[in-house]
């Protein structure tokens, strides 16, 4: 029984590392910025998101507190036979983000709920590795993709190499919900937006 129990505890540690690197990617932080939230050295986040340092109680509870998350969350696996996902929504970019995967790492699906307006200035366009597919639920969304500006409403889908200059946003006045699919490099969202125009005048 011992031995059993040895082999079980391993196993459960041997998984908070690759939870632990997928919580961080989740909400987009960098390993030093999440060491200067924790105080835990880069070196270290890194040895632990690998499986090369052991999780202790004194690294973990920091690490909870920053992701925001129980303790037992970073600690316990996934029930096995379960296939439902109970993971957490978060908020990125004031972007409610709600995971519809739990495998670290590979390609992420995601429902996103977009405010009205969002994010309220013009976003400038960006370029990165990966692919992104993208399906509106509910409102509308604009995507401008390279020399393309289009608005897709319910039911419509759009799907693009994220290295061609692209961004997305929401012009209506309602929420908009959208399911996203996302390759390794693209599952961030990445905003950068510039203040409205003077003079006002905006719908």
Do not use: C
Request: aromatic share 4%.
């Amino acid at each position: 029984m011992a031995k059993d129990g040895a082999v079980e505890l391993g196993t459960v540690l041997s998984a908070v590392g690759p939870r632990l690197r997928a919580l961080r990617l989740e909400r987009g932080a960098t390993l030093g910025q999440l060491s200067a939230t924790t105080g835990i050295s880069v070196s270290t986040l890194s040895r632990l998101e690998s499986g090369q340092r052991r999780p202790t109680l004194e690294l973990l509870l920091p690490l909870a507190r920053a992701h925001q998350v129980p303790l037992d969350e970073l600690v316990d696996a996934p029930e096995t036979g379960d296939p439902r996902i109970h993971q957490r929504s978060f908020v990125r970019h004031g972007v409610t983000m709600i995971p519809l995967t739990r495998r670290p790492g590979g390609l992420q699906a995601y429902k996103q709920v977009f405010p009205p307006r969002w994010p309220g200035g013009e976003v400038e366009q960006q370029v990165h590795e990966g692919y992104e597919w993208l399906y509106v639920l509910s409102g509308r969304m604009r995507l401008r993709l390279g020399e393309h500006d289009v608005t897709l409403t319910a039911g419509e889908v759009a799907e693009f190499d994220t290295r061609t200059p692209h961004a997305v946003t929401n012009p209506g006045p309602r929420p908009a919900e959208v399911l996203t699919l996302y390759g390794p490099q693209g599952e961030r969202i990445h905003v950068r937006a510039r203040p409205a125009a003077r003079g006002g005048g905006g719908t």
